[in-house]
């Protein structure tokens, strides 16, 4: 993943970043595309599972239902491109689970680490929620915590690219689901727009005081920095 010679500082995109109200509808270079679904791609999660899950609607027409299931939202159909990021519940076993331990083996896992990694999955991810001491995730969670860290690293990499993001949770999964042929098991997490913005941007709204978010060591202790 070469450096793009336009790159922006993250520590300035951060300050500046703003919820794209409006799209100019400029076409989103393959090159561009490529690089944040990568970024997206190396993000973490536990025991590189990877479940997250991007369909890239570009396709005006296919915009345009995807706009339908996203409540309206007029910057659906606008942007250059969304990214429907998707979680996929199986995604800890059977074939998926396999290609991630076949790409790791590649990489110089052992076939007798894999072995252990796969008997602990197969028991942590086949139990209902709440057995196993605690240790089966509740699912909703789980899969919100990894997309949402897949999409929040191509939010920022668009950012850093020169483009606009509009991150999205106003649609209807169903929906969604419907328009894009989404198979059961996946959930819908979140839609990333993703263009150059039309317009004024939207005002920044501020953001809470570090001592009403941030603790030291206790909740509610007061982190003195
Ligand atoms: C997960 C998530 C979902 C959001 N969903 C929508 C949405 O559906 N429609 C919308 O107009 N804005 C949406 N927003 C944008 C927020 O309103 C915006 O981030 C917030 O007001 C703070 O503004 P800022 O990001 O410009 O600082 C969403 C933001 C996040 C992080």
């Excluded at 190396?42 to 025991?47: C, F, V």
């Amino acid at each position: 993943m070469g450096l793009f010679m336009t790159e922006r500082l993250f520590s300035e995109a951060i300050l500046t970043r703003r919820a794209t109200p409006s799209f100019d509808g400029s076409p989103l270079p393959d090159e561009v595309l490529s690089k944040i679904l990568q970024a997206g791609m190396q993000a973490p999660s536990g025991y590189n599972i990877q479940p997250w899950r991007f369909v890239v609607v570009r396709d005006k027409e296919q915009k345009h239902r995807l706009r339908e299931a996203a409540m309206g939202q007029p910057k659906v159909e606008e942007a250059s491109a969304v990214i429907v990021c998707c979680g996929d519940l199986n995604a800890p076993r059977g074939d998926s689970l396999d290609i991630v331990l076949a790409e790791s083996e590649k990489h110089g896992f052992s076939k007798e680490q894999n072995q252990k990694m796969k008997e602990m999955l197969n028991k942590t991810f086949s139990s209902p929620p709440g057995n196993m001491m605690g240790l089966t995730p509740d699912y909703a969670v789980w899969i919100n915590r990894h997309v949402m860290i897949a999409f929040t690293t191509m939010m920022w990499m668009a950012e850093i690219l020169g483009y606009d993001t509009a991150p999205m949770e106003g649609y209807f999964e169903d929906k969604v689901k419907s328009v894009l042929n989404i198979p059961d098991g996946i959930r819908v997490v979140a839609l990333l727009a993703i263009g150059k913005l039309k317009g004024a941007d939207k005002p920044y709204a501020g953001r809470r005081k570090m001592e009403e978010i941030c603790f030291a060591d206790t909740w509610g202790e007061n982190l003195k920095l």
